[in-house]
């Protein structure tokens, strides 16, 4: 049985590497065809599309914070299209809709399905939300040592609250989402304003492999001291 589920499996993975591959390709050719060269026309035809168009991003920006699939490309683009605050109203209130869905859907579906949805394990957000509350769902949001969606889904699993959670996504999104935003809305001109964005995005990931360093010491120590707990007792 087992033999037989090793070819299987690599097939299976051959076939999604493809069909990502593909994806990527066509959507690589479409956006080299279809990019518009004057930002200023987008920004006019944004307009043009008024609360309905907004309304279709945020929605569609929900649904895909549920997926494991990159985010930041969109959240860039959105600053492109519709400027800075606009667009980061847009991104924040999609992205807090997308937290709230994939937390309550985690939470329902249990471990073995979310690690199957997300394709990654939940032990990391067990280690990262170790104090189950406020600060600690701030911390990870705040500095980007766990993906977004994992997050999200592993979250549930968790003891965290729901109101800790809320909280704890709605403050910590912000500096992200807006140096995303950012780059978007000033990449163009690459004025003062893009630079400062680039290097707050430059002081998440610093951020991000600072706390993930501490955080695998931290995860060694435990797994070194626990036969002693277990031969003391």
């Known amino acids: 049985m087992h033999h037989q589920d090793a070819p299987r499996g690599r097939r299976r993975a051959a076939i999604r590497l493809g069909i990502l591959l593909l994806f990527v390709a066509v959507a690589g050719t479409v956006g080299f065809l279809l990019t518009p060269s004057d930002v200023e026309a987008v920004r006019d035809w944004a307009e043009g599309l008024g609360i309905g ?48 869905a994939s937390f309550v859907i985690g939470r329902a579906l249990g471990r073995e399905a979310v690690e199957k949805l997300t394709g990654a394990r939940v032990a990391r957000v067990d280690a990262a939300l170790a104090d189950r509350g406020f600060l600690a769902v701030l911390g990870a949001r705040l500095v ?90």
Do not use: C, H
Request: proline share 7%.
């Open 53 to 100: 168009g907004a309304a279709l991003f945020i929605a569609g920006y929900a649904a895909i914070t549920l997926t494991p699939v990159p985010k930041n490309i969109l959240t860039i683009a959105a600053g492109v299209v519709w400027g800075f605050w606009p667009a980061l109203a847009m991104v924040y209130v999609g992205a807090l809709l997308g937290s709230a």
């Open 144 to 233: 980007p040592i766990i993906p977004f969606t994992l997050i999200n889904y592993g979250a549930g699993l968790t003891s965290v609250g729901p109101r800790d959670y809320a909280a704890g996504t709605a403050l910590g999104i912000i500096p992200g989402s807006a140096a995303y935003v950012a780059l978007g809305a000033f990449g163009v001109e690459l004025g003062p304003a893009f630079w400062v964005a680039v290097a707050g995005l430059g002081v998440l990931v610093l951020g991000g492999l600072i706390a993930a360093a501490v955080l695998r010491r931290r995860q060694g120590a435990r797994e070194g001291s626990a036969p002693q707990e277990d031969s003391r007792a």
